[in-house]
């Protein structure tokens, strides 16, 4: 398997433009998640699914963020307007899915690294 | 609420030399723990996890983790450190039913391995 593939690998732009992140999950995992990281906030969950519906997604930082997943293999995350503070590597992640109640081992992408201007 | 806590930012050890890298964490109920290493510009990738049962896990690259529910920690280690080893590495906490099942990952340590 090819693992998790997001892309683009890098991304510039300029603040006010829209953005979007794109992920592949592993074939067969039922559940993705949606991650950002930077040096002052370290990893921080911003949404994840289950079955293509979401389930928790309190980690959004603000209406400017919206994740969709409209099957099973793939996911996008949206920024817009973009501003500066979003610069950050964004990573997707998926599993199997629950078991009893807890997920299974998560699988990272290599992550989209966004840089806004 | 579920927490983790890895107490160290850097951990310096030299190669050949036994590491630690500690983790504590906070939850209600069963605790699920991971621990995922982060090489540069990469993304996560998984090394270990306790689901239940034996309290010494062993996972990818020589390392193992103690689960050590007094204590409530889950310390990575290994005998013998190489300088590859040199990563950001991250603990990872889930219990059941708690949160939607969702992980909760500490802030992450850095191992520095010096030859």
């Known amino acids: 398997d090819a693992g998790v593939i997001q892309s683009p690998r890098h991304e510039v732009t300029e603040m006010g433009q829209e953005v979007t992140l794109r992920c592949k999950p592993i074939s067969g995992h039922n559940s993705l998640f949606w991650y950002r990281q930077t040096m002052m906030r370290g990893l921080e969950l911003l949404i994840y699914?289950?079955?293509?519906?979401?389930?928790?997604d309190s980690g959004m930082p603000e209406d400017r963020f919206s994740a969709k997943m409209p099957n099973a293999s793939f996911s996008t995350l949206k920024i817009q307007p973009s501003e500066p503070r979003d610069s950050a590597v964004y990573f997707c992640?998926?599993?199997?899915?629950?078991?009893?109640?807890?997920?299974?081992?998560?699988?990272f992408g290599p992550g989209t690294r966004l840089l806004v201007l | 609420a579920q927490s983790v806590a890895q107490p160290e930012d850097q951990v310096n050890v030299a190669e050949g030399n036994p590491l630690t890298v500690k983790c504590t964490y906070s939850?209600?109920?069963?605790?699920?723990l991971f621990w995922y290493v982060q090489y540069p510009n990469r993304g996560l990738q998984f090394l270990l996890k306790?689901?239940?049962?034996?309290?010494l896990v062993k996972g990818s690259y020589g390392f193992e983790a103690e689960f050590n529910k007094s204590q409530t920690s889950f310390h990575l280690k290994k005998p013998s450190a190489l300088v590859s080893d040199s990563a950001l590495y991250f603990c990872a906490v889930s219990a059941i039913y708690n949160q939607g099942g969702k992980l909760i990952f500490g802030q992450g340590t850095e191992l520095s391995v010096k030859p």
């Open positions: 992640a998926s599993s199997l899915g629950l078991a009893g109640g807890v997920q299974e081992t998560q699988y």
């Open positions: 939850v209600s109920g069963n605790p699920y």
């Open positions: 699914f289950n079955n293509n519906v979401p389930i928790d």
């Open positions: 306790y689901i239940t049962g034996d309290n």
